[in-house]
DNA sequence: GTCTATATAGAGATAGAC
DNA sequence: GTCTATCTCTATATAGAC
């Protein structure tokens, strides 16, 4: 891997805590401790919490974005490309410690908290989520990988919700195991 | 309604802040804000900030659980008893401000931050909702009002999650209207 | 049970030297 | 860019009077 930039590293870092514990739970003082430099010095980087958390959702929206991209690019049917749309939820729960969860999901939790700035920023990680939902529904509606009643739009808000619930869920007590199995449940229903 | 005790007071202004921003948003100021007493008075009832949520999860789980078993005890198929079921969740994003989620649930995304014994009657909740999942399911099956593939055990933490999930995104701009419309969606799918 | 007053610690943030 | 030092505010929690 590249050498990471400081600026990088406190974004890692932040973006870590807010997986675990939330914004409301991580301090300056903690990421200062982790990335090894100053109080101050975060502050230099990012004046206030609010930028770094801007910033932070940027850059998660962005590299999420990417890798569904790479899914919508790939060949496969709809069905092939649900599976591998899950398996990008469940990439963020064993990458690192596994302790963790969508960073963006658990600030949507801590919405109420928040600059009205990051609550548009989630929105739109939510509309972009549904839009490449979406088309991989009506893919696999199409070419017969994929047959479901009601409405995409209703499948795919049913689809995110209950990923990111997962997410959620799987901290408390849950495995790699219990996501894969109720992943499963979810394809072999449609 | 009876007149609550201050006690009650308190619990329910815990509540309602929890489910609506988190516990670590959350402090003994705010309470005695709405509360209408002062810090120590909200202190001489709740020592500690993890006393008061031992007991805010307490009398959650207690009245949740209520809710179910009179689900339990009605007349009704599996069918009739899962949208009960379901109609239980839509019934916390209904009452009150709307803003807020199951404050369990949002413990849980806390969770890493919260005492071991708090934790532990978390996860006492999610099994407990579990096995009535798995009850009604069970039912369903036996009666022929619920058709699906796969076991009680992932449809049941399918369900699960996602009503939970649901509860969390739903405040990210969603409405009533979107929380029934995905559950509906699950319904013709089982 | 509720109050005032206070202790102690940590938060986010800024000024200015190097 | 990073540092020390400091400001201001708020957090949890306790002591003791009424």
Redo the contacts between chains.
């Keep these: 891997m590249s050498p990471a930039s400081t600026r990088d590293k406190i974004l890692d870092a932040a973006q870590g805590f807010i997986a ?3 914004v ?2 991580m301090s300056y003082k903690h990421l200062s401790d982790v990335v090894g430099i100053r109080k101050a010095s975060i502050h230099h980087h990012f004046p206030t919490k609010t930028d770094l958390l801007l910033h932070v959702v940027q850059r998660y929206h962005g590299h999420f974005m990417l890798k569904l991209d790479s899914i919508m690019a790939d060949d496969g049917n709809g069905r092939a490309r649900l599976e591998s749309y899950c398996k990008v939820f469940e990439e963020v729960l064993t990458r690192g410690d596994c ?1 963790g ?1 969508c960073p963006l ?2 600030l ?6 928040l600059d009205p700035k990051v ?1 548009v920023m ?2 739109q990680f ?1 509309k972009e989520n549904q839009h490449r939902l979406h088309q991989i529904l009506e893919q696999g509606l199409q070419d017969g990988s994929l047959h ?4 995409r ?3 795919g ?2 689809i ?7 997410l ?2 799987t ?3 849950g495995s790699v195991q ?1 996501f894969r ?2 992943v ?3 394809l ?3």
Excluded: P
């Design positions: 675990r514990v939330g409301n739970a302790t969860s999901g658990m949507v939790a801590e919405m109420q908290t609550k989630l929105m939510y479901f009643k009601g409405t739009e209703a499948l808000a049913l995110f919700s209950l990923l990111q619930g997962l959620f869920l901290r408390g007590g219990m199995t109720t499963d449940q979810l072999v229903m449609v």
